[in-house]
């Protein structure tokens, strides 16, 4: 099986959103509320998690108005959270 094809498996299985729901909510507690922050832990797929997003961010030092494309952001969480202080957009779902 390719990685492509592993990935694509993962991402179209039939109750992820409820699998994915569970887990947040299993390990913050049943009322938490679903934001950037909370999905974080589990939707950084790279070397260092969040750190990483948020060293990147720091590193381009986007400005209020700038608009920031994350290739493959899925939820958008990672750009949104780290570009929130700095008044930069990114447009997610891309």
């Known amino acids: 099986m390719t990685d492509e094809s592993r990935v694509e498996k993962h991402y179209a299985s039939e109750g ?3 699998r994915v729901l569970a887990a947040i909510r299993a390990a913050s507690g049943p009322d ?3 934001t950037p ?3 974080a832990p589990i939707d950084h797929f790279h070397g260092k998690g969040v750190v990483a997003t948020e060293e990147l961010a ?3 030092q986007p400005k209020p108005g700038d608009h920031v494309l994350d290739i493959g952001c899925a939820s958008a969480g990672p750009p949104d959270g780290s570009l929130r202080s700095t008044g930069a957009t990114s447009p997610g779902w891309i």
């Open 58 to 60: 720091g590193a381009l």
């Open 32 to 34: 938490v509320a679903i």
């Open 37 to 39: 922050d909370t999905l």
């Open 16 to 18: 992820i959103t409820t």
